[in-house]
């Protein structure tokens, strides 16, 4: 089975490289952009009827740090 | 509006990024790990009526190197 974590920092945490994609952005000449942020994406592969408990306790232990990000699981 | 572009790398692309999340989750006592690919979701803010065309201009010159990765636009 498959599984994607997507883990981004959380609100209010400075995204220094959110901010540099937005200041490249513009200097390419990229209008309209009000606002970048950036963050990861783990895909798994996972033995058949991995419980979903056990891809957040991956996130909680490994793949995200929690005290400035969050994460969100998905199983495809 | 808000969109976001997931980006991966190619797959046959090496990914030791990967490689190395893989080889934390069994030291950490996961089983049932068979792969881990890692790659970037950039989320962005854009002025409405922003066109998916756009966004993806951004991606081939900015966001992703198109050589070994390949991106996914979603428009939220």
Redesign the interface.
Known sequence: MKARV?V?LKPGVLDPQ?RA?HH??NG?G??????????????????DG?PTA?IE??AR???ANTVIETFRVETL
Request: charged share 25%.
């Open positions: 997507t981004t959110g994609i490249a952005l390419l990229f209008d309209g952009v009000e606002g970048v942020r950036q963050g990861k994406v783990i895909e798994l592969d996972l033995a991995t056990a306790d991956m232990k490994l793949l």
